[in-house]
Every structure is written in structure tokens, then in C-alpha cells.
């Protein structure tokens, strides 16, 4: 597709269940960025992969929280366990490298975000 | 660690008025990178306009600009002709340069609701 794909839109389950969040980000895109959106916390950083590398995991809220990306392009995020608290929209966002020759980051264009609700 | 701060959690304009976003932010670092995303209530983030930080020009996007002011690091955006469909949230978000490794995600303010009234 054209744009960064999220998948599920929403999803509503029980605490203590495991969920699993998919993102398919644009084609050739090589850095994948997980946030979460949260009313108490706003925008939170949470993960980024160069290719199938994270080279930072201290994003992650907890040991809960677990992020993998194979063949570097789909990425998952997985919560185990969710608590209450987990409720938020997660979004993804993709971007070329970056041009290190120019010093330039590339800008970074979003998915729709997952809407997770815990019961 | 960056902070990003909106002073205005809501703001409401009349359409065809220029309204004005504030924006501040601390770093320490010397180069780095500026951005406002809008998101409507379809929740997808879009890019509205970014600066680098050793541009000393402000940068422009059709009816889009920004007033960036390095040492006051304050990075104010400026929609002219407001139309309803600028109706939105609007974040402020700094990004330190690539550096090939650790945590190179947007840092984001809280966001400042914007309302185009007809």
C-alpha cells in the first residue's frame, strides 16, 4: 500500500490477556518507529528499528512489552499480561534512512494507530 | 532528555484568520530537528512543516510557517487563511540527529487542540 498500515484498527480485550499489534510500514523504508498515545502521557517513543535491529529498548514501559520486525519490514509489538493502564492508541511510523552524508533525518509518516482498550 | 512544551492546550479561530501555535522546547544538543504534525480525528499523524536546526531561514509550506528562534528555542507555527479543514490537534516534536544507534524517536509536546470556527 501506499501509506503505513496498522492492524487491528481496535481492539477491545480482557486484563491479563496477551495482545499482539501489527505494523506493515511503506515499501523501502527501513527505520520503524512504535508511540504509544495515551491521555495521561501523551506521545511516548517506544521502540525504534533500523532494519530488523533495535539498538534501544528502554522505551518499552515494562517487560511486558516486547517489539520484533522480520525480513525488515513488518513489525509486531506484543503486550503480555495487559493491564488496565496499557489502554491507549499505539502508532507506527516509518521513514527512509537517513542520509548521513547530509546529516539529515528523514520525516517520519504514521499509521492510523491501534485503539487497545483493556477491560 | 529533550522536553517539548505547548502552552496552549486549546486554541479557536475564526476561518480566514491567521492563528499562531506556540511551542518551546530544552535540549542541549547544537543540531537537531524540528517538526509539527497535525492529527484529526481520523488519528493518523501528518506532517504539516520541519526545520533543521542549523537552517537559520524559517522554514515555509504554502499557507504554513514557522517562526524559529534558536536561542530562545522556541519554534512557533503560523497558519494563514485558516480553513476548516486545519481543524485539528497539532503537535510540536524534536528528533535528534541520526547517530546509528540508541533511542531516535520524536519527542512531542501535548498538543495544542485548534478549532476553525465557520
Known amino acids: 500500500g501506499a501509506g503505513v498500515s496498522q492492524s487491528p484498527s481496535n481492539k477491545v480485550t480482557e486484563k491479563g490477556k496477551d495482545v499482539e499489534l501489527r505494523c506493515d510500514p511503506i515499501?523501502?523504508?527501513?527505520?520503524l518507529y512504535w508511540y504509544r498515545q495515551s491521555l495521561g502521557q501523551g506521545l511516548e517513543f517506544l521502540i525504534y528499528f533500523q532494519g530488523n535491529s533495535a539498538p534501544d529498548k528502554s522505551g518499552l514501559p515494562s517487560d511486558r512489552f516486547s517489539a520484533e520486525r522480520t525480513g525488515g519490514s513488518v513489525s509486531t509489538l506484543t503486550i503480555q499480561r495487559t493491564q488496565q493502564e496499557d489502554s491507549a492508541v499505539y502508532l507506527c511510523?516509518?521513514?527512509?534512512?537517513?542520509?548521513?552524508?547530509?546529516?539529515?533525518?528523514?520525516?517520519?509518516?504514521f499509521g492510523d494507530g491501534t485503539r487497545l482498550s483493556i477491560l | 532528555a529533550q522536553t517539548v512544551t505547548q502552552s496552549q492546550p486549546e486554541m479557536s479561530v475564526q476561518e480566514a484568520e491567521t492563528v499562531t501555535l506556540s511551542c518551546t522546547y530544552d535540549?542541549?544538543?547544537?543540531?537537531?530537528?524540528l517538526f509539527w504534525y497535525k492529527q484529526p480525528p481520523s488519528r493518523q499523524m501528518i506532517l504539516v512543516i520541519r526545520?533543521?536546526?542549523?537552517?537559520?531561514q524559517n522554514a515555509t509550506e504554502n499557507r504554513f510557517s514557522v517562526n524559529f528562534q534558536k536561542a530562545a528555542k522556541s519554534f512557533s507555527l503560523k497558519i494563514s487563511d485558516s480553513q476548516l479543514g486545519d481543524t485539528a490537534m497539532y503537535f510540536c516534536?524534536?528528533?535528534?540527529?541520526?547517530?546509528?544507534?540508541?533511542?531516535?524517536?520524536?519527542?512531542f509536546g501535548k498538543g495544542t487542540h485548534l478549532i476553525i470556527q465557520p
Open positions: 511510523a516509518s521513514s527512509h534512512p537517513a542520509d548521513r552524508g547530509l546529516n539529515s533525518n528523514q520525516p517520519q509518516h
Open positions: 515499501s523501502g523504508h527501513t527505520a
Open positions: 526545520q533543521e536546526a542549523y537552517k537559520q
Open positions: 535540549t542541549s544538543e547544537n543540531n537537531y530537528y
Open positions: 516534536a524534536f528528533m535528534k540527529p541520526y547517530s546509528g544507534g540508541g533511542a531516535d524517536g520524536l519527542t
